[in-house]
């Protein structure tokens, strides 16, 4: 709760196995395009809990999953949060399984259960990102 990963050339989180509940965090700016590294990496994970969250400006040297990489079985909600990446879209499609509702998203295959898709990254949306602070500005 309450986190924010930021700034990791490697990527940002990854969890594998396991079980994610993430409330009111920010993965913000992570990865190279060096490196695989991107936001947030799934694999074999239960996403018990995502909501209120921040996933922008991350990037990776592979093409379409800078924000979020699904490998395996995953599965879950993903709610009320911004999933937008530098060069969209971002969102693997191998993230079908989660349901996305209430959320800003970069991949059109994710619109819908009340999404808006944005096609464009805009730093504007927040408060000041240039020191890593990504509360919505006003």
Do not use: K
């Not at 940002?12 to 590294?37: K, R």
Request: some cysteine; overall charge negative.
């Amino acid at each position: 709760r309450r986190s924010t990963i930021a700034a990791n050339s490697g990527g940002g989180l990854s969890v594998s196995g396991g079980t994610l509940d993430m409330t009111n965090s920010a993965v913000v700016g992570n990865g190279s395009g060096i490196t695989v590294g991107r936001g947030i990496t799934l694999e074999d994970t239960s996403v018990t809990r995502f909501s209120f969250n921040t996933v922008v400006a991350n990037i990776s040297s592979s093409a379409n999953d800078d924000s979020l990489r699904c490998l395996g079985t995953v599965s879950g909600a993903v709610r009320n949060s911004i999933i937008v990446g530098q060069t969209p879209p971002t969102i693997e499609m191998a993230c079908s399984a989660l349901t996305f509702t209430g959320t800003v998203v970069d991949t059109a295959s994710f619109v819908g259960a009340n999404n808006l898709l944005e096609s464009a990254l805009d730093l504007g949306w927040f408060t000041n990102p240039g020191a890593s602070d990504y509360h919505l500005s006003t």
